[in-house]
């Protein structure tokens, strides 16, 4: 069945540390999107890409960095100039805005 | 900007009753306007969608119209579940300044459903 795998599904980051979560798709589509969710303040937009080697940030881009190297992976690194990394990272893929998202299953990372 | 405004919650409903969770949005241009479902530790669910004025999205027994006089997507269903605990997200997709067609998803900030039996 096709979707979208994230992993890993819990991450720890020591702080001072770069961690790199995975986003793999295997729909053909052509968009992906990374967000953030925090309780109580939905989900933001971190980076998208609409094109291979192609990416734009979104409204919360600052200390993560993103790649896109080929059509199924959207890998996402938050670096360690984000202050506040913990939080539940959510993968998304779409061929067409009226189509809808599809979204992973999402890795929670903590600092500790 | 585009944003999206959801009732607040939580929401706790006994099972069978009806529920109503409010949606308004603020879009430039002709947006298309999603309902999407997140249970606990999962990612988020397509629950329905509408891509036009007066538009009816359904599925699994909820629904949502798409009113552009009152910029309103609200969700809707007759009678609820146990099972449909959860938290709900309006969302809308815009299409980019390049006018590409895969636009950007702005949501609402959740609405936490708990329905007891």
């Known amino acids: 069945d096709g979707g979208i795998t994230q992993s890993p599904k819990y991450l720890f980051r020591k702080e001072g540390q770069n961690v790199t979560l995975s986003c793999e798709q295997n729909l053909n589509h052509d968009a992906m999107y990374w967000y953030r969710q925090d309780p109580g303040q939905g989900l933001r937009l971190i980076y998208y890409s609409q094109i291979v080697n192609d990416f734009q940030k979104g409204d919360i881009a600052e200390g993560y960095s993103v790649s896109r190297e080929k059509k199924e992976s959207f890998p996402l690194t938050v670096t360690s100039a984000q202050k506040n990394p913990t939080a539940f990272y959510l993968c998304?893929?779409?061929?067409?805005?009226?189509?809808?998202?599809?979204f992973g299953s999402g890795t929670r990372l903590t600092v500790v | 900007g585009n944003s999206v405004t959801q009732m607040e919650g939580p929401v706790t409903l006994s099972e069978e009753a009806f529920l109503t969770i409010n949606c308004t949005y603020t879009a430039t241009g002709y947006p298309s306007l999603f309902w999407y479902v997140q249970y606990p530790g999962e990612g988020l669910q397509l629950l329905l969608k509408a891509t036009k004025a007066d538009d009816k999205g359904s599925n699994k027994g909820f629904e949502a119209t798409y009113r552009k006089e009152t910029t309103s997507f609200h969700l809707e269903k007759g009678s609820v579940q146990v099972s449909d605990s959860a938290v709900y997200f309006c969302?809308?997709?815009?299409?980019?300044?390049?006018?590409?067609?895969?636009?950007?998803?702005?949501f609402g900030q959740g609405t936490i459903l708990t329905v007891h039996p």
């Open positions: 998304a893929s779409t061929r067409e805005r009226s189509y809808g998202y599809t």
């Open positions: 969302a809308l997709s815009d299409v980019t300044a390049g006018g590409t067609s895969y636009g950007k998803l702005t």
